[in-house]
């Protein structure tokens, strides 16, 4: 009966981690990625989705914005907002759009003078 509580207890932990590896995925440039590329790299981007973004791409020049890739057909704003981080446009993070910008670790809000 004890192994059966162990094996639960380490399948419930290994399924716990799961999660956290898809967050590992790499920066990706959207502009110079291939299919096999971007599907492995973007969370909710598979196969049928990567080669959409590519082929919006070759057909419409290079990604402008993150944003841009909400034009390609099947990708939302759940699958932009997963991979915001990851998003490379021409070397460059992707930004968070204004009001949405997420502090650096480690960093504090900017003092302001006491009275103010």
């Known amino acids: 009966m004890q192994d059966k509580n162990i094996r639960t ?3 419930g932990l290994i399924l716990s981690l799961l999660p956290a590896g898809a967050a590992l995925a790499g920066p990706v440039n959207l502009n110079s990625a291939d299919a096999a590329t971007l599907a492995k790299e ?8 990567a080669q959409a973004i590519v082929e919006f791409r070759q057909k419409n020049g290079p990604f402008k914005s993150p944003e841009d890739l909400l034009k390609v057909q099947g990708i939302g704003e759940r699958v932009l907002e997963q991979n915001r981080g990851n998003i490379r446009l021409n070397g460059t993070a992707a930004a968070a759009p204004a009001g949405k910008s ?3 670790p480690g960093s504090r809000p900017a003092a302001t003078p006491a009275g103010r």
């Open 102 to 104: 997420t502090p650096k």
């Open 9 to 11: 207890l380490v399948q």
């Open 42 to 49: 973007l969370d909710g981007i598979g196969p049928a989705k």
